[in-house]
């Protein structure tokens, strides 16, 4: 399977493992931006206990302007959910 394989889907939700750090974060943008150029209607986000406060991830989610969203309780409504930085059976997402 590629990226260009989930192309046939429209609308796409993008979601960092919980507590994310800067590479889930970058990570996660990057799958953003592939879809969004390919006219995917996509949603980038996280969950966990608490939204980001790490000093340094709250500045490169402003500086770089990330549409990443915390949402305590997220409702799947998208026909595909991609997942980034997450272990298989760890919990973190």
Do not use: W
Request: hydrophobic fraction near 45%.
């Amino acid at each position: 399977m590629t990226l260009a394989d989930l192309l046939r889907f429209q609308r796409i939700a993008v979601q960092c493992h919980d507590n994310p750090d800067a590479d889930a974060l970058a990570s996660g943008y990057a799958l953003y931006r592939y879809f969004t150029t390919h006219g995917r209607k996509t949603r980038l986000f996280y969950s966990g206990r608490a939204a980001v406060s790490k000093p340094n991830l709250v500045r490169m989610i402003a500086l770089l302007g990330l549409p990443v969203a915390y949402e305590a309780d997220p409702a799947p409504a998208e026909e595909l959910l991609v997942t980034v930085d997450c272990q298989y059976g760890a919990g973190n997402v």
